[in-house]
């Protein structure tokens, strides 16, 4: 079991991960060549010169088309303000369609999208090209009996790409349904279940088909270009491929009140000691200077009513926030699946939930490790002495005031140098290490940190990979050295700062803008006054 669901487990109802949001690419993959669309109007749709004016007309029969199709099902055709949230936007139209299956409504967007051109040629002839273009679109919102709301847009010019957004909360709602499981759900979160097992299972059945088969009968319905055809042998016409996916764990909580005292504890350390700001820990990829991508961390307010602690690697995210006031939710995204190691293609999906889950379960088990750090009795001693080897190699101790000891170590919890089952080389900690000391790579040599990270090495929390030139933190390193560095940035640096050195407009920030962890330090730094006044202690000129 997760570590972090382990020591939580008194105060949580039940979890479950899956697949949230999902936008998927559709395209007719031979489609996106010039050589491939000639061959096939020429062989397929008999066309006799590939001009401007017939895709023109190709177009124009498509906008007919989706009117004649609105007019049937009596499905209006809006184009919605800018600005605007469409999952708010389209709210009331599924509300009024009630719980029927079919087209809601149909909103239309100028937006870019890859068609096909002709350009005539100075021989007379004309010039195929595929490009990006600005132009309307359709978005198509629906309820499917498989997948609940979902959307399709679909660009109403040749070739018809299109794109798919799906949500597996969707999905399991209807599967639980049809077996009867008493579920409720929030938003886009469970919060009651009456068989969470069954649940999980449920998600981790997820598969290719259950994704393929309701979006293609849609784009058959949809996009008759392609379906109209007398000698079309497949209903696979299109191709799906990931865009955006979003795979989310969800711890369900008991009570409010547990939840808001972690939720408040994670977004205090998070701040500071431990945070993800260099996340090859989680995602598995070691960063070296030919990275090239986003690579922070920042907690900002979003619309979901709280804040939302959110780290960037690549195109690829994760975020931990609380929503409907039970739900501790930690979703990874990915943008561009092959910075996780995983095709774009569906047929991935399998393999990609595998990674997600993966990424979702290593950064809880660090956020516990931020949150709680367990030593045994005896082991901060035995830390401290040095280390002696069966050859009698001498190897200093831990010293929890060794300003070099602990930029090392928060060069480690910086979580960049944990890439793939922990692996990281000496020079990937030089930089992080040397800011942390406030110096440069040329004054904190190479040399000094091979020394400070033998330290480790002797104490067992660093271990050389064999027949490599790597290293790895093992767990129990992992913890002492968040353990180390809680104590000195977190309780010894602190309050000596506030007796000693106190800033003034800090004391002037009232209470209620506070945070708790904010509010407990000011409270110690009074209390530290107070003692010194009453020992008679003064500061020297």
């Known amino acids: 079991m997760n570590p972090f669901i382990e020591h939580h487990q008194a105060s949580i109802r039940f979890q479950y991960s899956c697949f949230d949001r999902m936008l998927l690419n559709a395209v007719v993959q031979p489609m996106q060549r010039p050589a491939l669309i000639v061959g096939y ?23 007919r088309f989706v009117g004649q199709l609105a ?25 009024a369609f009630g719980r029927r299956f079919g087209i809601v409504v149909i909103l239309k967007s100028r937006e870019n999208a890859r068609v096909a051109v002709s350009y005539p040629t100075p021989s007379g002839g004309n010039r195929l090209e595929v490009c990006t273009r600005f132009v309307w679109q359709y978005y198509f919102y629906l309820r499917d009996q498989d997948w609940g709301r979902m959307f399709l847009r679909i660009c109403p010019y040749f070739p018809f790409n299109a794109r798919v957004c799906l949500n597996q909360h969707e999905w399991l709602a209807r599967q639980l349904d049809h077996a009867g499981i008493r579920v409720h759900q929030a938003a886009n979160a469970f919060v009651q279940c ?29 996009v008759p270009f392609y379906t109209s055809e007398p000698d079309r042998t497949s209903d696979r016409v299109y191709r799906l491929f990931s865009s955006q996916v979003e795979y989310c764990t969800n711890l369900v909580f008991r009570e409010r009140a547990a939840l808001d005292r972690m939720a408040e504890r994670l977004l205090d350390l998070n701040r500071t000691i431990g945070r993800p700001d260099k996340l090859s820990t989680v995602f598995g990829y ?64 399998p393999q990609l939930r595998r990674v997600m889950k993966g990424i979702n379960d290593r950064y809880l088990a660090i956020q516990q490790d931020v949150l709680e750090t367990y030593v045994d009795r005896g082991q901060l001693a035995r830390l401290h002495q040095p280390t002696i080897t069966a050859s009698g190699r001498r190897t200093p101790g831990l010293k929890l005031d060794d300003p070099r000891l602990l930029a090392v170590m928060q060069a480690l919890t910086c979580f960049v140098h944990l890439a793939r089952a922990g692996r990281f080389r000496t020079r990937d900690l030089h930089q992080t290490a040397a800011a942390a000391l406030g110096m440069t790579t040329t004054t904190y040599r190479l040399g000094q940190l091979r020394y400070d990270l033998a330290k480790l090495r002797a104490k067992g929390l660093v271990l050389k990979v064999p027949k490599t030139q790597t290293y790895r933190v093992t767990p129990q390193g992992m913890r002492i050295c968040v353990l180390f560095l809680k104590l000195s940035h977190r309780v010894y640096a602190p309050f000596p700062a506030a007796a000693l050195r106190p800033l003034a407009h800090d004391a002037a920030l009232p209470d209620p803008r506070r945070a708790r962890l904010d509010t407990l330090y000011a409270g110690v730094d009074r209390a530290l006054d107070r003692l010194l006044d009453h020992l008679g202690f003064k500061l020297a000129a």
């Open 41 to 63: 109007l020429d062989k397929c749709k008999h066309v006799p010169s590939i001009t401007r004016a017939y895709f023109r007309q190709v177009s124009e029969d498509y906008h």
């Open 71 to 95: 007019s049937t099902h009596g499905v209006p055709i809006v184009e919605p303000p800018k600005r605007v949230r469409r999952e708010d936007w389209v709210e009331p139209f599924y509300k």
């Open 194 to 222: 009456a068989d969470p097992e069954r649940l999980q299972q449920l998600a981790d059945g997820l598969t290719p088909g259950d994704l393929d088969g309701p979006v293609q009968r849609w784009l058959h319905e949809l």
């Open 286 to 349: 070691r960063i070296t200077k030919a990275y090239r991508g986003g690579l922070k961390t920042q907690i900002a307010d979003h619309h979901l009513g709280n804040p939302v602690i959110r780290s960037e690697y690549k195109d690829s995210s994760i975020k931990q926030y609380v929503r409907d006031h039970r739900v501790l939710r930690t979703e990874v995204t990915s943008y561009n699946t092959p910075d996780l190691g995983v095709g774009k293609s569906i047929r991935n999906l």
